[in-house]
């Protein structure tokens, strides 16, 4: 019998809940007692809750006032400019006739959708994005992964290198350009085509409307583009990740000699992927709407005259919801540049999704 | 007390935003868009005073030079205006983006009412006013009995007149537009260059001591760019300095640049038609329907790009510049072709600038003849405008028009008068004729050589779409030229890009 007292105290002794009852004199009918106890705090507990609760909602009631009045600056500027665009982009894309220009809606039907789904042109600016962020992206984020670990090794002249990098971040985009159209310039007298020349080549037209742009040179002039353009951002981001890893991690691997790749891989790669899935999923975001940088370096028309050879698919969107102004033709055209963004926004929410999936397993918190 | 400030700070930072938010939204005038009533000079006088003028907002997309040239102008209206007891206060606003931009600011600014009184604008952007129903109609300003008022359109130059004869919604026909700054294209030449080429092949004569080439053909303005592409090539002969490499990456370097695509494209189909009933359906139609798909135009352009292969010529695209202009002045090019109102930037002390008519296929009697005629008109927008400051806006007008002031303007600017009875005065006749001196200006060389091209003027008919067309055109052009696309691909490509806008195109080729 004490044998089964005590055992029963043992295995009650486990639970850190009844521990300081058991330790009184370990008997089943305290433990009974203490259930009971339980389910009345528990319920003790709720209602204390809820009458909380009610007392909050009574100051809710009474205070409802302020938090919106609070909220209401944002509320408005959200409401304008983020909410009612993007419920009217909704609705105009199943109204195909809707005239931006007089406000006047027509029939409801799915015309734009087939219209850019059945459209060459915006299968090309699909295949150009994906191209875009195929290429871009992760070299983009390993470029400035290898430009962080390298720069945080540095000990001299640290801060001024940083600099260096961060410039381009707070660069105005017309001087990028500028730059670029030096760099890139058709002409013999472009940095790129005179060190061809000088290498024995013959100069390419690598921007500009004087001849046709062969398309790897132009994917090259974006690549090399958007690269530059994000590098800033992520090497902050990843700097300051870096930064905040644990040096006894280093140190430990440090003392049993381990080779400084494996460092990498085995330590600040997984260390910083938190960082590196955010990189990548803004990095996926911002190259799938890519519009600025092509129109930047080639132009409205996007690539050669009439071929739009280098579209994107925000470009593709752009394209008729700048004619909505452009002529009282083109007012109807909204509808089709709505579709446009809502299988866009379909499109880059499902990739989103998948590489938030991917990475649960391989992002370590 | 604490709730009391937030309440206060929340309730400013409402109003804040609500502000910012509709800022946007355009300041209406009083009754904005009121119906149309004519009113009394009487009427003008009453309501405006010197603290409280009508305001007329006047919209256009002149670049510095030109808006300099007209500002003294308004000045003097107003003064004149005060003078007889009518306060009108005109807002300038000169429109950045060019005449298209212009458009683009008015269509976008309908929905909110953010457009002027007044504006400058082509044939087709009236017609996009017509189609959004804020363009007023002239109609009873211009036939008002009321000699302050009315205007004798009879003395308008009848091919700009007709120009601005538009239909309105209901069909019925109305004058959508004053006619105000009109320009056409000539050829500028580098005489320093191109004159001794000239005299050696016998092309033009000698008149007062200076060689005047007229009527060019483009047979002989190839064999003029043949002859200085060879003169380049050897490197010999000039007095001004070639000192720029051919371009590798474009493989070469033209000694003539043709500026508008579009305005090369139809000209040159009109003038391979071999009549005028032809000529008026080459490229569009009056009713709305684009043609330009057909053999003529093909052929046209079959010589051109033969001719662009060669070296010949090409338009500034091919070099990646707008303008043949700044090839000119470069020393990069002999012979641009473009509007008469670039006749300043074509000049330059580097050389000695000689201007005459747009090439033709033939000056023969059974072919036909083809100079665009370009420019803008002015017009008035019903919608945030109200009685008062529309019959302000139409005085300005006239007073702009007017036979003095049209010459003044034209004389100052290279655009041409407007009216018959400028073109006869005696101020612009004397302004001609000393063109050739020492002391002419460039601007009066320019006007002079659009003597002989006045009988070709055509204009594009304007319709809802028309502009879509001609920025199409251009696209074209540029595929052709430079990226060495197929005519009639690119035909079809341009074709295909408008059936987006729902524009009737007719393929003459299929």
């Known amino acids: ?365 | 007390m604490k709730a009391k400030k937030l309440s206060i700070l929340c309730a400013v930072a409402i109003l804040g935003v609500s502000a910012i938010s509709l800022s946007s939204c355009g300041g209406k005038v009083d009754n904005a868009g009121e119906a149309f009533k004519l009113l009394t000079i009487d009427d003008l006088k009453a309501k405006g005073t010197e603290k409280n003028p009508i305001v007329v907002d006047f919209w256009h997309s002149f670049g510095h030079n030109i808006s300099e040239e007209l500002e003294p102008l308004v000045e003097n209206f107003e003064t004149e205006m005060a003078k007889q007891g009518l306060y009108i206060d005109v807002n300038m606003t000169a429109v950045g983006g060019g005449y298209d931009g212009l458009r683009e600011r008015v269509n976008l600014g309908t929905r909110t009412n953010d457009v002027p009184t007044m504006l400058l604008g082509y044939p087709d952007h009236f017609s996009d006013y017509i189609d959004n129903g804020i363009l007023l109609p002239l109609d009873e300003f211009v036939n008002s009995t009321d000699e302050e008022i009315g205007i004798d359109e009879t003395d308008f130059v009848d091919s700009y007149w007709n120009e601005v004869e538009m239909k309105n919604l209901d069909g019925t026909e109305i004058i959508a537009g004053i006619p105000f700054n009109k320009s056409t294209e000539i050829m500028y030449y580098n005489a320093s260059a191109v004159d001794p080429i000239l005299k050696e092949l016998g092309y033009g004569e000698e008149v007062d001591g200076s060689w005047v080439w007229t009527n060019p053909t483009w047979d002989e303005l190839a064999t003029v760019s043949q002859k200085l592409r060879e003169k380049v090539e050897s490197a010999g002969g000039y007095t001004w300095t070639y000192n720029k490499k051919p371009n590798t990456a474009t493989k070469t370097t033209y000694p003539v640049y043709i500026d508008s695509g579009s305005n090369f494209f139809i000209t040159t189909a009109k003038q391979w038609c071999t009549s005028a009933e032809e000529a008026a359906n080459v490229y569009t139609t009056a009713d709305g329907k684009v043609v330009f798909k057909n053999e003529t135009a093909l052929a046209a352009q079959q010589y051109f790009t033969e001719k662009a292969n060669q070296g010949i010529w090409n338009i500034p695209n091919k070099v990646n510049q707008s303008y043949g202009s700044a090839l000119m002045n470069n020393l990069e090019a002999f012979i641009s072709i473009g509007s008469t109102a670039g006749v300043n930037n074509n000049a330059s002390p580097k050389y000695e600038l000689k201007c005459t008519t747009v090439p033709q296929k033939s000056y023969d009697e059974n072919s036909f003849r083809a100079v665009i005629q370009q420019g803008t008109n002015a017009a008035i927008l019903s919608s945030n405008s109200n009685n008062y400051t529309r019959l302000a806006a139409w005085l300005l007008i006239k007073y702009l028009t007017n036979t003095e002031n049209t010459t003044e303007f034209s004389m100052s600017t290279g655009y041409l008068p407007v009216r018959t009875s400028a073109l006869e005065s005696k101020t612009f006749t004397d302004f001609l004729a000393d063109y050739n001196s020492p002391f002419g200006g460039v601007t009066a060389k320019a006007i002079v050589a659009t003597n002989n091209e006045r009988a070709y003027f055509y204009t594009d008919p304007a319709f809802s779409g028309s502009s879509l067309v001609r920025d199409r055109v251009d696209t074209m052009m540029i595929s052709i030229y430079c990226n060495n696309k197929d005519i009639t691909e690119a035909m079809s490509t341009a074709y295909k890009q408008l059936e987006d806008y729902d524009i009737e195109c007719v393929d003459r080729l299929a």
């Open chain 1, 1 to 365: 019998m004490v044998e089964e007292k005590v055992m029963t105290s043992e295995a009650t002794v486990s639970s850190d809940k009844f521990a300081g009852a058991i330790a009184l004199d370990g008997t089943k009918t305290i433990e009974v007692q203490e259930d009971k106890k339980e389910k009345l705090g528990f319920f003790a507990r709720k209602k204390k809750e809820k009458k909380k609760e009610a007392s909050q909602m009574l100051e809710w009631k009474k205070d409802w006032w302020k938090a919106l009045l609070c909220l209401a600056p944002c509320l408005i500027i959200l409401g304008i400019f983020t909410f009612y665009p993007i419920i009217k982009t909704f609705i105009v894309s199943f109204f195909p006739s809707y005239n931006y220009l007089r406000d006047t809606f027509g029939s409801f039907g799915f015309d734009s959708y087939v219209k850019v789904l059945t459209d060459d042109v915006f299968w090309r600016a699909m295949f150009n994005t994906v191209i875009m962020v195929v290429v871009s992206v992760p070299l983009s984020i390993l470029i400035a992964l290898l430009i962080t670990v390298l720069l945080n090794s540095i000990k001299k002249l640290q801060g001024v290198y940083q600099v260096i990098f961060f410039l381009p971040y707070v660069t105005n985009g017309m001087a990028f350009g500028l730059v670029f159209s030096t760099i890139f310039s058709p002409m013999d007298y472009g940095l790129v085509n005179t060190i061809i020349n000088a290498l024995g080549g013959s100069s390419v037209a690598w921007t500009g409307t004087a001849e046709m742009i062969p398309y790897w040179a132009g994917i090259v002039v974006i690549t090399i583009y958007a690269i530059w353009n994000g590098l800033a951002f992520k090497i902050l981001v990843f700097l300051g990740g870096l930064q905040a890893i644990d040096k006894q991690y280093y140190q430990a691997a440090q003392v049993d000699a381990t080779p400084k790749g494996r460092v990498f891989t085995k330590i600040t790669v997984p260390l910083l992927s938190p960082m590196i899935l955010y990189i990548t999923i803004t990095s996926l975001m911002g190259a799938f709407k890519s519009y600025s940088s092509v129109v930047a370096l080639f132009g409205e028309d996007m690539g050669n005259a009439q071929d739009e050879t280098f579209i994107t698919a925000v470009g593709y969107i752009y394209k008729y919801f700048n004619q909505v102004t452009t002529s009282s033709r083109g007012a109807t055209l909204l509808s089709q540049a709505s579709a446009a963004a809502l299988i866009l926004f379909v499109f880059i929410l499902i990739i989103t999704f998948v590489q938030m999936w991917a990475n649960k397993k391989k992002v370590h918190y």
